[in-house]
């Protein structure tokens, strides 16, 4: 489905330089970067058989589209609706109620069975973590507008989309892999690239909580094993 991410252009469209992290990134490292934030995992060992496997998946999506094509890949990335003046969470709370929690359940911890993700949790400690590219409000609202509900792609309206987003990305979620300590620090250390359009470090206006002020990880160690702990979001 186009705008739905599909993952055959990162095949053609890399090696290229990535803002997220100031260098440029192969295939490999853009996999491993998926796993990290978008999955909150342990990426997979560049050069392993998994790795590879992955690399050669995208390659043979990709067949027969030229490297680094000339025209911009239409279905790439998720176009985002023109932002509204103002974004309401009361709104977006009321909304994914309505519209999304039948899927990722009222208190967004989604849906698994026998340990099989089936529909996945927009926040929480089994969710992406705060520096998922998902994170940020226009990549939501764009995801959401072009593909949400499930089977109703564009049936929400532009200002619909955006309340959602903002309501869902208002949630606390495993901390950023990059975290530095201290939570202000690392919102302004990554904003000029890419906190500065979430909701990471800033206040939630519902109960006056500064997102992002914790070292949970969603009991994944590997992120940050020396200041993991055992618990869970308030």
């Known amino acids: ?29 853009r996999i491993a970067g998926c796993f990290t934030y978008a999955l909150n995992g342990k990426p997979l060992e560049y050069g392993s058989d998994d ?16 490297m680094y094509p000339k ?3 239409y279905g790439r990335g998720f176009p985002a609706p023109e932002r509204p003046a103002e974004l309401s969470y009361t709104n977006g709370e009321k909304l994914y109620q309505e519209n ?14 026998d340990g099989h993700t089936v529909f996945p949790a927009p926040w929480g400690d089994m969710s ?3 520096g998922a590219g998902i994170v940020r409000l226009h990549t939501a609202a764009g995801f959401i507008k072009n593909n949400m509900p499930l089977g109703q792609p564009n049936s929400l309206t532009d200002q ?27 919102a302004e250390k ?13 206040v939630r206006e519902s109960d006056g909580k500064l997102l992002g002020d914790h070292d949970n990880t969603g009991d994944k160690p590997f992120l940050k094993p020396d200041t993991v ?3 869970t979001f308030d």
């Open 1 to 29: 489905m186009p705008f739905s991410a599909p993952i055959w252009p990162a095949a053609v469209t890399l090696p290229g330089y990535r803002g997220k992290n100031g260098h440029v990134n192969n295939l490999e490292e």
């Open 51 to 66: 790795m590879l496997a992955l690399s050669a998946y995208h390659q043979w999506l990709a067949t027969g589209v030229e």
């Open 71 to 73: 025209q911009p890949i």
């Open 100 to 113: 999304c929690a039948v899927c990722h359940a009222e208190d967004g911890t989604g849906l698994r069975i």
């Open 128 to 130: 992406n973590n705060w």
């Open 160 to 186: 619909e989309a955006w309340d959602i987003a903002f309501y869902m990305d208002s949630q606390e979620r495993p901390q950023d892999p990059r975290y530095t300590g201290d939570v202000k620090e690392t």
């Open 190 to 202: 990554f904003g000029p690239t890419f906190h500065k359009h979430s909701m990471y470090g800033q």
């Open 229 to 231: 702990r055992s618990r």
